[in-house]
């Protein structure tokens, strides 16, 4: 527990968003704890635990059933509705997890770790296990197809 309590927080909040539409965030910290503690000898340098969480979580979320994952978007955003008292904030918000769902996996990750959790270049190539270019051009890309994405949705209410 001594090595979680710091990172909680910037845990709850990678996994808030990285789950969304795809399984409760609860859960995959549930299960990613779990799966933590279990493998915890595996874990060589105690500065690196929030790291190999997010590794874990993104190992389970590539596991869970994809399927549901647009079956799940009313519901995951029902359950989080709470977290956000401002029904168009709300509203932004969902649009905004829905745009980040159809975006690539690693550049949806990059993006979140980013800008969301507030992770350094740096930082996210040593998570994603890639050059910091890499990352770079997956935080471009990501942005630029982001962009795109919510332009689109916002073309299809006006019209």
Not at 56 to 62: A, C, E, F, G, Q
Not at 88 to 115: H, M, N, S, T, V
């Amino acid at each position: 527990m001594s090595l979680y309590k710091p990172v909680h927080t910037h845990f709850e909040r990678f996994c808030k968003a990285r789950a969304y539409g795809e399984m409760d965030f609860k859960d995959l910290m549930q299960e990613t704890i779990v799966v933590a503690f279990e493998k915890l000898d595996e874990l060589k340098n105690k500065e690196t635990f929030l790291h190999f969480l997010f590794g874990i979580s993104v190992r389970i979320l590539s596991n869970s059933n994809k399927k549901r994952r647009e079956a799940q978007w009313s519901d995951s955003f029902e359950k989080r509705s709470s977290d956000f008292p401002d029904t168009d904030k709300k509203l932004e918000i969902e649009d905004l997890y829905k745009a980040l769902g159809q975006l690539p996996e690693q550049q949806r990750e990059a993006l979140i770790l980013f800008e969301i959790s507030g992770f350094s270049i740096k930082e996210i190539a040593v998570i994603q296990e890639s050059g910091e270019d890499a990352v770079k051009k997956r935080l471009s890309r990501g942005r630029q197809e982001l962009a795109q994405i919510i332009t689109r949705q916002d073309s299809l209410v006006t019209n």
